[in-house]
Structure formats: C-alpha cells, structure tokens
C-alpha cells in the first residue's frame, strides 16, 4: 500500500498548473497517436498540430500543438524534463505566472514559426514545403524556456548532463540553441526551429514582462529582471558582444519609445528593485558578479600602482572571488554585499 501510495502523493503534491498541463499533454499526445495509427497519417489532425498552410482555419492550434508530441520518444523526453521543470518554477513564481509564462512562450513561439514559413512560401512559393510539409509541435520551445528561467534562478548552478557531462546551468540553454542551429541548417528546421524561437521568447518574458512576486516596497509590482547579470549580450561570446550590444540597444530604444516594454522605475543594484525570485543566495550571487565586474573595470582603468600599506586593488578583487565562505566567519550574502559597497 505503501509502494502504490508514493506516486498518487508525488501528484497530489505537484502544483495545479503543472499537473494539467501534464495531463494535458499526456491525453493530447494519445489522441494524436491513436489518430495516426486509425488513418495511418501523421498529418491527421490538422486541428490539433500547426500546419501553417492549415491553421488559418484552426488558429487555437497555437496553443495547442505545444501539448502534442507525435513520437514515444519525444513524449518521453518531455514527461522527465517538463512538469519537474515546471513544478519548481510554479512553487517559486505561483499558478498564475507560471501559466502566462507556459502559454506565452508556447503561442509566441508558434506565431513566429508559423509567420517565417509564410516568409519562407512567400520568397520560394514552395507551398507543398512549407504550407503543407511541415507540422510544428511539442514542447521544445518550453524546454528552452524552463532552462532560460533556471538561467535567471540558479545560475551557477552545476548539473550532470547525460550522467558524465558537467556543465553549469547558464551554459545550457545556449547549447540547447546551437544544437538547434546545426539541426536547422541539415534541413531539419521543423519542429527544431522553436528551440530558437522559446529561447527569445522566454529572454524577452522574464526581462521585462514577467511580474515580481515580490513588491516595491512602497510602490506597486514590478516587472521583469533588468539587472546586468541578465542582460542579453551575456547569452554571446565576448568576440560578437560590440555588435550584439548595438543591435540589443537600438531595439531596446525603439522598444521604449513605442511602449511595448513597461518602463523600469527602478533598478536592482540601486536598492529600489525588487530581489529576483530564488532567495537569498541566488540574489547575493548577482551582487557578488556585479562587485567582481566593477572591480575589474577600476583594475583596468587603475594606471597607478597601490601605496604601500594598503591592500591592492588586486587583492581586493581575489577575495571578493572567494565567495564560499570567509576567515571573519561572514555569511557569503555578508560579503558579496560588502564588496558591492
């Protein structure tokens, strides 16, 4: 009784929003599968997958391809990544934002897709190809997205990829993107493009739309993340950060001028914004790159050396690195934000 009493308390556990998703996607999927098998068609159910030659008749496929997975293994990948995915962020961000956030990266992700196709018909009038030859579907666009938010959460984090690979959690979503360019580029753009397409969307979101669960103190809820750590010329090498931070610019600018993004009233290092969600630790983890990232700007500008007697500049930044723990027995929050001072 025991044994059987595990699982049905792991889902009475799991967050509501979370679990119908999951059953959603669960009986979407088995009735795609069924629908196929009965027709012998994968193209059987252009009411329920987005066909870009078909869904202008069906537009809620929008939302609903991201709930169908047209393989076993596809379904399999998405059952252990997602609602685990998913439950962690609803517990931290609450049901409401975490379900804006599933249905806004799967929808957006979806219209861009089904846009660049009709681009795509419009240049080659391929409409066998690009109408009518490719299915978009699956929760690929969410993958990339729960990891983006992980990227914002908890991003020094480090995992095991695939039991062997080591790999710090903001390395992965743009491993995720480069394997979905290589993909793209061997002509595998369906439904593989969406990994492009969620990374944005999710980018976009959590930057500047997404609502605090915690308040202003004295003001009213504020929206997105604009602290530097987060910033999108983060996501490239340093060699292509000249010209990604000129695009970036430009488009913030016109962003702002139009009022498509809420302005930001206030800033994270300045005090006045509110702490991003993940507690204190992941908050003192971005002071504590923000202190390293000034120091090493006085470093490099620094053409003096340091008196005698005094402790360097270079000293200064070397503790400020040694952010597990500290001689004083400080706590690492302590410290990161006595560097940031």
Not at 274 to 301: F, I, N, T, W
Request: aromatic share 12%.
């Amino acid at each position: 009784m025991a044994v059987l009493s595990s699982p049905l308390q792991y889902i009475t556990s799991t967050p509501p929003v979370t679990r119908a998703w999951t059953a959603a996607t669960v009986f979407c999927s088995g009735l795609y599968f069924w629908l196929a098998w009965r027709n012998n068609d994968d193209y059987t159910a252009p009411w329920l997958t987005l066909i870009p030659g078909s869904s202008l008749f069906y537009p809620w496929t929008l939302v609903t391809a991201g709930l169908v997975e047209t393989s076993v293994i596809e379904l399999l990948v998405t059952l252990l990544v997602v609602p685990a995915s998913l439950r962690y962020m609803e517990r931290l961000w609450g049901a409401i934002e975490t379900a804006k956030f599933i249905v806004v990266n799967i929808a957006v992700s979806n219209v861009i897709a089904f846009a660049f196709n009709w681009i795509e018909f419009a240049v080659t009038r391929n409409a066998d190809l690009f109408l009518y030859g490719m299915q978009y579907h699956g929760q690929m666009a969410l993958q990339t997205a729960v990891l983006v938010a992980f990227t914002q959460v908890i991003p020094e984090h480090q995992v095991q990829v695939l039991g062997f690979i080591k790999a710090r959690v903001k390395r992965l979503p743009m491993a995720y993107v480069t394997v979905s360019t290589v993909l793209c580029f061997i002509g595998l753009q369906c439904p593989y493009i969406l990994i492009q397409f969620g990374w944005l969307v999710a980018w976009v979101w959590l930057r500047f739309y997404k609502k605090n669960v915690v308040d202003v103190v004295g003001g009213g809820p504020t929206y997105g993340d604009h602290s530097e750590t987060f910033a999108f010329v983060h996501w490239f090498p340093p060699f292509i950060h000249t010209p990604i931070t000129l695009l970036s610019n430009t488009a913030h600018g016109l962003a702002t001028r139009f009022h498509l993004i809420p302005s930001a009233e206030a800033d994270l290092e300045s005090g006045g914004y509110a702490p991003v969600p993940g507690g204190a630790r992941a908050e003192a983890e971005r002071r504590r790159a923000m202190a390293l990232k000034a120091l090493d700007q006085r470093l490099a500008s620094s053409q003096s050396p340091a008196p005698s007697g005094t402790v360097s500049d270079q000293s200064k930044a070397q503790a400020a690195r040694q952010s597990s723990g500290s001689p004083s027995g400080k706590p690492a929050e302590e410290e990161g934000a006595s560097v940031e001072r």
